[in-house]
């Protein structure tokens, strides 16, 4: 069932995703994270780095753009304190 595999994979990823925005850092709950949400989590987040970061630059974080830049180490995973 190539179709069963295609859809777990999927699931897999978007769950991923999910896990890269987390509560803690969306505070508003739009699903988004805004320069001020995210530097309540990392005050040593720059606006360029934000800039970064917001690839699509719509001036916000989704979650694609934050799984991004955990990936590339932009901002330490937020699973893990440091
Ligand atoms: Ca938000
Ligand atoms: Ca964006």
Redesign the pocket.
Known sequence: MKNVTLVAALAASVAFYANAMTTEI?????????LS?LLVSYPELTEELFREMDTDGDG?INDEEMAIAVDLGMLADPDIDA
Do not use: I, K, R
Request: glycine share 18%.
């Open positions: 969306d505070t508003d709950g739009d699903g988004m994270a805004s949400e916000l």
